[in-house]
């Protein structure tokens, strides 16, 4: 199977040696020193790893990743890449919602490693979070980004049932915010559960009520589970989805 990799990086002798060392490893390769170059490959091509530099003229890596992610809805492994001090690295990485991270300075066969690791594991589960505002899709972004989760954002029913309808991004996971201003929630929920190709998919509710009225209009709904909204979400959803 063929992979192909986007590294996005300023500096010209840093890109051309890694893009030298992922050849030699059978890996193809584009490369985007500016943004211009980066919204040209995204229509040129559908990447399996994109390797991000922190620091650049034009933007911060971390920025970079929250773009594609949330604006551009990237499905690709996202990577920091930097020199700075790992747990900086590691606090943008989650902060951002990248897959993970690399320092630089650990040379060009730790990256290639690094990268191929990343071609090879088994696809990120993907959780589809319906609300209007992308609040809680950000604040989960970070918790279920660092253990091997991709959340994508759908703002209301219509958005979410074209998501789910198209088999490329159809989620593993949908999380419903009840609080959501006019959604239809249970013309949803009929949808989702009442077809045969996605019934399957676990669907949890959320809401500011009460917990036994939580628990009620899931029931109601026909959802797999119900979650308050408190500070405790990820940590409590991440339980449900891992049980």
């Given amino acids: 199977m063929a992979f192909r990799v986007l590294i996005i990086d300023d500096s010209l002798l840093a890109v051309e040696l ?3 060392a992922l050849a ?11 943004l211009a170059e980066l919204d040209l ?3 040129r091509a559908e990447y399996d790893v994109m390797l991000v530099d922190v620091n650049m003229p034009e933007m911060y890596g971390d920025d970079v990743v929250e773009f594609l992610r949330r604006q551009r809805g990237i499905k690709a492994r996202l990577l920091l890449y930097s020199d700075i001090s790992e747990s900086e690295l590691a606090a943008k990485a989650k902060a951002s919602g990248a897959d993970g991270y ?6 060009l066969e730790a990256t290639v490693a690094a990268i191929r690791q ?3 594991t088994p696809r990120a589960r993907k959780v589809l979070v319906v609300e209007s505002s992308g609040a809680l899709c950000q604040m989960l972004t970070g918790h279920l980004g660092a253990r091997g989760y991709e959340l994508a954002w759908a703002n209301g029913g219509d958005e979410a049932t074209k998501v789910i309808l198209k088999k490329k991004t159809r989620p593993d996971v949908v999380l419903l915010d009840l609080d959501t201003p006019g959604l239809a929630a249970k013309d949803l929920c009929d949808f989702l559960k009442g077809n045969a190709l996605f019934g399957g998919i676990p669907l ?3 809401s500011s ?3 036994s009225e939580v628990a009620t209009l899931a029931a109601s709904l026909g959802a797999d589970g119900a979650l308050e909204r408190t500070a405790d979400v990820p940590t409590v959803l991440l339980a449900r989805l891992e049980r």
């Fill in 41 to 43: 490959a995204l229509t």
């Fill in 24 to 34: 030699s490893a059978g890996i193809d390769c584009d490369v985007a020193t500016q």
């Fill in 209 to 211: 009520a009460s917990a």
């Fill in 204 to 206: 949890f509710v959320i």
């Fill in 118 to 120: 990343r071609l090879v």
């Fill in 18 to 20: 890694l893009k030298g």
């Fill in 102 to 107: 690399i320092i630089k300075s650990s040379g």
